[in-house]
C-alpha cells in the first residue's frame, strides 16, 4: 500500500510479529497437558460471526467460546490474537500475510468471509461526482472503515489495473470513516468516495443520489477474503480443541449456505438477543451471504499468493520470503473428511 498510513500499519505489525516471536506468549491452554475447554475471542457489534453460530448450533460440543469485547478492525483483531490477548482472531488475508512475514507465530486455519454476487463491497460516489475512472480518484479522498485491510487493498488493485503509477497512486487519500457514518460522510462531501457494503450500501442505494464506481466482486469476483488464525503453540497445546473449532466454523458456514435465508436470519436475531448486549439486530435483516468461496472455508494457496505478489509489488516483503504454504494449514478442518 502506497500511503503512510499503510506503511504505519506494517511496521506496527511487524512490531507485533517481532514482540510475538521473541517472546512466545502462551494462549489459554488447560495446564499439565489437558486441554483448554474455552476459546477466547472478540466480537462484533450487532453481527453474529460464525464461530457465535458454530456454538449456538451446537457444533463445538463442550469447547465454549469466551467473549471478551468487540473490535471494527480485522488486523487488531489478529494482532490480539498474536499476542495472546485472545485465542483467535480474523481478518483480511494480506494483513494475514503480513503479521506472518513480521514473524508472528500464527497460522491460518479457516476462512470465514469472502466475496460473491450477494456479499461485495462498492466503492460509491454522489452521482453528480466528476470521478469517472481510477485517475479521476488522485487527490480524493476514500473513506473506509480501516487502513491496511480488504478496502484499501482492492482501491489499491483498482488503482494499479487501471495503469496508475505507484505515485499517482499515493495521491489518492484512503481515510477512516466509521461505516455508520459512511453515507452521510460521502453526501455531505467531506469525502470524494465511500465504501458501503450490506445494509450501509442497500439503505444508500434506496436513498438515491449515488453511484458505483466499482466493487470488490467486479475486481475479483468470487473469492475467499480472510481467514481466522490461531497461534503455533495453542494449535500444538490444543489440537483436539482446535479441530473441533475449525471444524464446528466449517459445519457452521455450510448450515449457512443450504439454509434459507430467513431463518439465518432468524437464527442470529435469536443469538443476538439471548446475548443481551442491547445491540441493534437491524443490519441482519439484510444478510445474504457469507461470501466463503470453498466448502467448508478451506484455504487454497491461490487466497494467499494475490497478496503476496500485492506486498512485494510494493516492497513490503522481499520476493520468495514467504509462500502460501508458511500461511495456512486445512489439517484441522475435518468438514467432509
Aim: glycine share 12%.
Amino acid at each position: 500500500m502506497p500511503t503512510s498510513t499503510s506503511r504505519r500499519t506494517f511496521l506496527a505489525l511487524a512490531a507485533i510479529g517481532a514482540a510475538t516471536a521473541a517472546c512466545g506468549r502462551a494462549t489459554a491452554t488447560g495446564g499439565g497437558g489437558h486441554e483448554t475447554g474455552k476459546i477466547r475471542y472478540q466480537g462484533w457489534a450487532g453481527q453474529v460471526t460464525l464461530p457465535e453460530l458454530a456454538e449456538d448450533l451446537g457444533y463445538f460440543g463442550d469447547v465454549k467460546l469466551e467473549w471478551v469485547g468487540n473490535t471494527i478492525s480485522g488486523p487488531q483483531d489478529i494482532q490480539s490474537a498474536a499476542t495472546g490477548q485472545t485465542d483467535f482472531g480474523g481478518a483480511f488475508n494480506g494483513a494475514v500475510v503480513k503479521l506472518i512475514a513480521a514473524g508472528a507465530p500464527v497460522k491460518a486455519v479457516i476462512s470465514y468471509y469472502g466475496v460473491d454476487e450477494f456479499t461485495y463491497n462498492g466503492y460509491y460516489v454522489l452521482a453528480d461526482s466528476p470521478i469517472r475512472s481510477a485517475r479521476d480518484l488522485q487527490g480524493k479522498k476514500v473513506g473506509m472503515n480501516t487502513l491496511g485491510a480488504h478496502s484499501e487493498a482492492m482501491l489499491d488493485i483498482y488503482l494499479q489495473r487501471n495503469g496508475l503509477t505507484a505515485a499517482e497512486i499515493a495521491k489518492v487519500e484512503p481515510i477512516v470513516i466509521p461505516p455508520v457514518n459512511g453515507e452521510q460522510t460521502l453526501r455531505q462531501k467531506q469525502i470524494e468516495v465511500s465504501v458501503l457494503g450490506s445494509i450501509l450500501r442497500d439503505k444508500a442505494l434506496a436513498a438515491g443520489g449515488i453511484r458505483p464506481l466499482f466493487s470488490d466482486y467486479d475486481l475479483l469476483g468470487k473469492f475467499s477474503a480472510g481467514t481466522f488464525v490461531l497461534t503455533n503453540r495453542f494449535l500444538k497445546q490444543n489440537p483436539t480443541t482446535s479441530r473441533t473449532f475449525v471444524t464446528g466454523v466449517a459445519k457452521a458456514i455450510e448450515w449457512s449456505r443450504s439454509t434459507p435465508r430467513e431463518e439465518v436470519i432468524a437464527r442470529s436475531t435469536e443469538i443476538i438477543r439471548k446475548r443481551g448486549r442491547n445491540e441493534d439486530t437491524a443490519a441482519l435483516q439484510y444478510w445474504r451471504s457469507t461470501g466463503v468461496a470453498e466448502t467448508g472455508g478451506r484455504i487454497n494457496d491461490q487466497e494467499f499468493q494475490l497478496w503476496i505478489d500485492w506486498l512485494v509489488s510494493h516492497g513490503d516483503i522481499k520476493v520468495g520470503q514467504i509462500r502460501p504454504a508458511d500461511l495456512y494449514t486445512n489439517e484441522y478442518n475435518t468438514y467432509g473428511g
